[in-house]
């Protein structure tokens, strides 16, 4: 009986806990500044904390079960992500994104082009969820088109950066919006609703300052040739059409109707193989094919060729593995009581009103997006941290998701050291110097500020636990 007693699992102290997660932490940082990517960081941070369960006494049975449990209840969001990694690469071979590039490049003044770079980029991202995928399409198009035009290459850039964020923000396909909605436990459209509020203000502010920026700094003449070189592949690549853009905007409409995320993705990725194959004369096996490895463009014009050379299932099994090993380590800390501990003898002894709720919120995630760079990772430990403080105070979690993507999402590409800042420098070849003209990285959060301080459109929820 004594035996039993001592194997019970018992309730690590303030010191205890905030003790693990340090360490977690340092294992993470210490895997990706090595540079073997932070999969494996994750994957060390979640036998840190299984270590730490079981020190604690908790059985592995109780570990595992929750490890199923929380990695199972990510099932959709894995489902959704290889989804949108299939539909980008059909996107690409079906002719959606070179049709997207065409009617964007076609639209080029040297007066507009900084907040044209802005909404293309915005459009670009909505539609396919991924802020890398329009940075490398729309926007290194309409970046080279901007400098050629003698427009500073960093505003250039800080215009792709957030126009291609809003729509990794705010798109139903991008894994930050799928994984902030599944991590507070909020369906997915009431997450995106829920994010107009800050990111619509903020964003009409920044197409002000774009446009005032853009007319001030264009060139008196463009060299359009490079434009034209481009526009000309595309039309000799690819069958133009707009009907070509009908998947696109179908994914807009199924997101309208709020169909349920998994059949919707899917459905669209079905549909765009059927205009794939009708539009440019391919056969299946070709459209699968791409639908699988992405697609692989060899026009000649090396610029197409960068741009198209993207998408497939396979381009997200490092954003899955990230998940199940970010679940994992979620998993193994709520287990062992750390969360727990930090909530109920930290943060929630120092909390008393949902402005204190969401600016520790924000203070929290910040934090953990400049220790890690990375901006899965705190999404997932900021929801799984918090959301318990939100569910006890009754603020609708519809806010936690929010707040999770105003700080994690949009603050990514502000970390001069994240993958994020790393990929933009890469791809267009800026470095950091696009990061004060990254506007709606600075401008949406002074918007949930503002609301945290004001209670505005800070949703609570009905005394029987209901949204109101």
Avoid at 70 to 77: E, F, N, P, R
Wanted: hydrophobic share 50%.
């Amino acid at each position: 009986m004594s035996e039993n007693k001592n194997r019970e699992a018992k309730k690590p102290s303030f010191i205890q806990a905030l003790l693990v997660l340090v360490c977690v932490i340092a294992g993470l940082v210490a895997a990706i500044r090595s540079g073997v990517g932070i999969q494996i960081g994750l994957a060390i941070g979640g036998c840190i904390a299984i270590c730490a369960s079981i020190l604690f006494h908790v059985k592995w049975e109780d570990i595992y079960q929750n490890i199923v449990r929380v990695v199972g209840s990510s099932a959709g969001t894995l489902l959704i992500l290889l989804s949108v990694g299939m539909m980008v690469g059909v996107w690409i071979i079906g002719g959606t994104v070179p049709s997207l590039l065409y009617y964007g490049l076609k639209l080029c003044s040297p007066t507009i082009i900084v907040p044209l770079t802005f909404v293309l980029c915005a459009i670009t991202s909505l539609f396919t969820g991924s802020s890398f995928g329009s940075i490398a399409t729309m926007g290194l198009a309409l970046f080279g088109v901007g400098t050629s035009m003698g427009l500073s290459s960093a505003l250039m850039a800080g215009a792709v950066c957030s126009g291609a964020f809003f729509g990794d923000k705010m798109s139903p396909l991008s894994d930050t919006t799928n994984v902030a909605a599944d991590m507070s436990g909020t369906n997915l459209y009431s997450h995106i609703g829920s994010m107009l509020y800050t990111t619509i203000p903020a964003s009409v502010f920044c197409l002000i300052l774009y446009s005032v920026l853009g007319a001030r700094a264009a060139a008196a003449s463009a060299d359009l040739s490079n434009v034209q070189g481009m526009i000309e592949t595309l039309e000799t690549q690819f069958n133009i059409s707009i009907l070509a853009l009908v998947p696109a905007v179908l994914v807009l409409v199924v997101s309208a109707l709020r169909v349920p995320a998994v059949p919707a993705m899917l459905g669209c990725t079905a549909v765009s193989c059927v205009f794939a194959m009708v539009l440019q004369g391919i056969d299946l096996s070709a459209v699968l094919s791409a639908a699988m490895s992405g697609f692989a463009s060899d026009s000649g014009n090396e610029l197409v060729d960068k741009i198209l050379s993207r998408g497939g299932m396979s381009s997200m099994y490092g954003t899955v593995a990230i998940i199940v090993f970010s679940s994992t380590m979620g998993a193994a800390l709520e287990s062992s009581g750390v969360i727990g501990a930090l909530m109920e003898e930290g943060l929630l002894k120092r909390i008393h009103k949902p402005r204190d709720l969401i600016l520790s919120t924000m203070v929290y995630c910040y934090t953990l997006l400049f220790i890690s760079g990375h901006q899965v990772m705190p999404i997932i430990l900021g929801g799984r941290t918090f959301r318990p403080a939100y569910d006890k105070m009754g603020v609708q979690s519809r806010v936690l998701s929010r707040t999770l993507e105003d700080t994690c999402t949009i603050g990514s590409c502000m970390v001069p050291w994240g993958t994020s800042a790393a990929y933009m420098g890469s791809v267009l070849g800026v470095g950091i110097s696009y990061i004060p003209y990254s506007f709606l990285s600075y401008t949406v959060p002074i918007v949930a500020v503002i609301y945290a301080f004001t209670g505005w459109n800070i949703w609570m929820t009905d005394k029987a636990g209901e949204e109101k």
